[in-house]
């Protein structure tokens, strides 16, 4: 995409360790990819994922375009409904690969329990491209905070599962076509 430079210091996560960090201000950054509100920069340290609320420390970055390719505020608006919470999931990215996790085959259930008028408990079960991958965490958080977002959600939890091994037969005709590996 495109090099910047950060304004101020900022929290991050290391890509694929999971574990946090803070770049320094004035570094410069290459975004990587700019998907689901998040950001992906590569340093001469590494890979990293910077969170949508610290992204106004990215210069040059576009925050409303970021906003608007993200859906962001989408999720919560309307009513409930199975596909609502699909969507929402579908704003959720590896910032490894360029594809959200429902198309890239890591949403394994999704189950839905009325609690009460008007409430509802959202599980679901995913899993990661590998088992090591330290950010399962944080993908699985996002994916936890999208669906506890929509209306009427009173609790949101999101298990992170390992059988079946996710393979990239798993990846829908969508996803392959992002890849280009159709």
Not at 77 to 102: T, Y
Not at 132 to 142: F, K, Q, R, S, Y
């Amino acid at each position: 995409m495109s090099t910047t430079r950060l304004l101020e210091d900022v929290p991050a996560t290391v890509i694929p360790a999971g574990t946090p960090a803070t770049l320094a201000a004035g570094e410069g950054v290459h975004i990587v990819q700019t998907l689901g509100g998040n950001v992906t920069v590569r340093t001469d340290h590494g890979l990293f994922r910077i969170a949508r609320e610290h992204a106004a420390a990215i210069a040059g970055l576009d925050l409303d375009k970021l906003d608007r390719e993200s859906g962001a505020g989408a999720s919560s608006a309307g009513e409930f409904s199975e596909q609502a919470a699909w969507d929402a999931l579908k704003g959720c990215f590896d910032p490894e690969i360029p594809v959200n996790i429902v198309d890239l085959g890591l949403i394994y259930d999704l189950d839905i329990e009325e609690t009460g008028p008007g409430s509802r408990k959202v599980e679901v079960k995913m899993t990661l491209t590998a088992p090591g991958c330290g950010m399962g965490p944080v993908i699985a958080e996002d994916a936890r905070q999208r669906v506890a977002a929509l209306p009427g959600v009173t609790e949101a939890k999101v298990h992170i599962v390992w059988d079946p091994q996710w393979t990239p037969q798993m990846i829908s005709p969508a996803g392959r076509k992002q890849l280009g590996i159709e």
